[in-house]
């Protein structure tokens, strides 16, 4: 009965990990190639993101600073706008939604560049192309649909494979066999020996990446960790339902900037040891003085702060460290980190590499085994 249930699972593996080959390679190439989007894209912009720290001058305030920039780019959205501690450190403003920046010397409001498009683009193509198959409109939904699809049958595969990993009888030499690379095999041996090998040591990084990878593919695996934590699920915004802020011709709707000198000193004062701290911009004097203050370097959500300010009476609205989040807030917090590494840094990327070459190892065995049971004698 074991044996004709293994032989099951086998088949079954075989045909599915055949038929969701491609994307999973697709997934794992495409995740690769935005693992280091944060170093790169930094390292390519190094001479816009500095400036020369001015002897004795004190950077301008937030209102002079934003209305400089917007007067230098009249028919630029902005968005937002991030401030970092480092007195050398450029002002970066966001512009619509589509990842474009301008950045700014804090000391004279000079904008210094737009940043490094081509990577930006490139990055952005990638990451859309590696979430939804990069189409756009209403079929992105579709492609998110695949991609979240394959992950599910990812996290299956996974589970069979370890089922069919284990040995039928356990000894030094079965175990070595599927715990240790064999370099002197050629052929079928050598990819059955490096597929088992590699599952058996990746699989659960990869358990992790699939995982949170289904948990942002859909609302209800996401809604999942709220209810298993006993805290309401949030409510989902339907696509396009936010508005479009990008650019459509003619100067920008100008930026109601009254008051925000004052509640940025606020900010400051809650989080003393902050690094970054970003402020909503809007052109509605009802929109709310919205700030996220990080105290460590955009990794890590316990290092995440949400403040909200009433623009009219000054009072504090929102007040959301990390430490007065749901049990299912800090979980979901904590996904995109863990799926793309950077909860543990450079280190952490690094692994997700590994885990993402990894699955690249084991669909082009488990391809080749399929190719040369079917069509090699």
């Known amino acids: 009965m074991i044996l004709k249930l293994r032989t099951i699972l086998f088949w079954t593996h075989l045909a599915v990990g055949v038929a969701a ?30 400036v020369v ?58 904008v210094l560049g737009e940043g490094q498009k081509s990577v930006r683009a490139f990055f952005q193509f990638m990451t859309g192309w590696h979430r939804w198959l990069a189409l756009e409109g209403t079929a992105r939904p579709y492609g998110q649909a695949v991609t ?11 589970f069979s494979g370890l089922c069919l990993w284990l040995p039928r009888q356990w000894s030094r030499t079965n175990f070595r066999q599927i715990t240790a690379l064999n370099w002197r095999l050629r052929g079928k ?7 088992n090998v590699v599952g058996i ?28 934590t006993g805290n309401p699920a949030p409510e989902h915004r339907r696509q396009g339902e936010r508005g479009d802020n990008r650019s ?15 509640l940025w000193v606020q900010a400051e004062k809650h ?16 929109a709310p003085a919205s700030f996220m203050i990080d105290s460590g370097d955009g990794g890590r959500p316990d290092a995440v702060a949400q403040l909200a300010f009433d623009r009219d009476t000054g009072e504090t ?5 990390y430490e007065k989040q749901s049990a299912g807030q800090k979980l979901r917090s904590w996904v995109r980190p863990l799926h793309t590494g950077q909860a543990a840094g450079f280190i952490g990327e690094c692994i997700a590499v590994l885990a993402a070459f990894g699955s690249i190892l084991l669909v082009w065995s488990g391809l080749s085994m399929a190719y040369r049971r079917f069509f090699c004698t």
């Open 21 to 50: 080959g491609l994307f999973i390679l697709n997934m794992a190439v495409s995740g690769i190639l935005i693992a280091y989007e944060k170093q790169i894209t930094t390292f390519a912009e190094r001479s816009q993101r500095t």
């Open 53 to 110: 720290v001015p002897a004795g001058q004190a950077p301008l305030d937030v209102e002079t600073l934003v209305a400089k920039v917007q007067e230098a780019r009249p028919n630029a959205r902005f968005s937002g706008i991030v401030r970092y501690a480092d007195p050398a450190a450029a002002a970066m403003f966001y512009v619509g939604r589509n990842n474009q920046v301008v950045f700014a010397n804090p000391y004279t409001g000079e």
């Open 148 to 158: 979240g699809v394959v992950s599910i049958i990812y996290l299956g595969l996974l």
């Open 189 to 195: 041996a050598r990819e059955w020996n490096w597929h």
């Open 201 to 228: 040591w990746c699989a659960p990084l990869l358990l992790a990446v699939t995982l949170t990878g289904v948990i942002m593919s859909y609302d209800w695996a996401s809604d999942l960790l709220f209810r298993l």
């Open 248 to 262: 459509t011709g003619g100067p920008a709707p100008k930026l109601d900037l009254e008051g925000l000198n004052g």
């Open 271 to 286: 989080v003393p040891g902050w690094h970054s701290i970003s402020l909503r911009l809007s052109s509605s004097p009802d």
């Open 317 to 321: 609205t929102k007040w959301q460290p």
